[in-house]
């Protein structure tokens, strides 16, 4: 062999080396999808328009993502041989991973100057990490799932130093249950060093899996979707959903008798056994409670209307509730902490609003927490407001007037409000108890 063809020979072998380099792609918020992503000062806007070019790199490709929050349209892949990485600071140069921010304390965990947020705004799952692929260094939220893995499944590939926050892996049908709120592994899939906290799942409620490693995570305070079905004195059965430590029906009660059998009064607002099904009954205050006494502790120690081992809830049992929803911003309509009526409210049936963040504003964007509130109305002397007021019967008195608390939505509101309607019967406050309202009961 000649000393031409030994030169030549090298330089095939340089540029074979050249052509499977690994290819670097850069994401910031203040990327644009249409640059090359190649440098910080050309990224691109998205992780999945770097995902893109990545999936076709023949030697693989590490993207780098600086801080920041990340809505995600649809669910992204991360492909074999490609890694995505994120945390780099906002003054980041190059690839030095010296420069990186991990997620560390939960005060971090929605510092958008200190984290990398891939927010999915439960409609989907936020991404798959196929074999080969690697994420790491995310946060992962708010994604959502009929199937396994409502954060991330990983089908193969890793997941380290990341926090699964948030995530819902919820199938409404009885025969199939989602799992794995925040991850679910497969497929010999690695879950390493992250934090899994307060996701949701129908089973598993944080990690669930088949094959896989999952190795030196902090999986905590993650919780079922439901706390399974409760049947009345009729034989109704009724969906249930947990929300923060509670556990709600998430269906309106329709119960024409009290657990020991006696019967109760009622008001029917549907017109059919189907409209029932979905609104339930209503029932004035005094039914409702059966007997006993007002009650403002949580719990409120009155079963009144609802079955064995369940309750009338408090006011202070609402507030509870509203406050658990406040902590996390999905549950919030524009940022506001007391804007959770939209995430309390049925994605079905409201009278439409134009006021922004009312719960008939955009329906689709209802029932972030499940509890399925449906727009009922009220009954006094007639059935009044069907599809625009929710009116929750609660334990509770308010006021000098000792009238009597309703949880209260409303179609063109933005909040769970509090009502204690006067009577104008000639009873005054005290016969605010023939408002009749529905039911919703809460596990013992």
Known sequence: MNKRTIIWIMLLMGWGMLAQAQAHLFVATTGDDSSNGLTWETAKLTLASALTIAQNATGGAVIHVKVGLYAMPAEVTVYPNVTVIGGYAAGSTGTDQTQRLYPGTNSNWTNTSKVTILDGGYTHRVATVSAGGRLEGCIVKHGRTSGNGAGVLIDGGTVSHC????NLAYNTADTTQAKGGGAYVQNNGKLLNCVVSYNRADNGFGVAGTTGDVVNNTITQNSGTHCGTVADYDGNLYET????????????????HYADGISVSYYNPGTSAAETRIFGLLYAWTNAMHGSGQSNTNPSGVQGVCPNGWHLPSKAEFEQLVTFLSYDDENCCGGNATYVAK?????????????????????????????NAQPTGYYYYGYAYMYTYSYFVTSTQTGSHQAYTYAVLNSNGQTLSYDAPEDHSGYGWQGNRNYAGSVRCVKD
Do not use: H, K, P
């Open 163 to 166: 926090v699964l926050l948030n």
């Open 241 to 256: 959903v947990v929300i923060g430590e509670q556990c709600w029906m998430r269906e309106n009660l329709r119960t024409t």
């Open 343 to 371: 995430s309390l409210a049925s994605t079905l049936y409201w009278v439409s609003s134009t006021t922004g963040c009312a719960v008939g504003n955009d329906l689709s964007a209802n029932n972030r927490s499940l509890f």
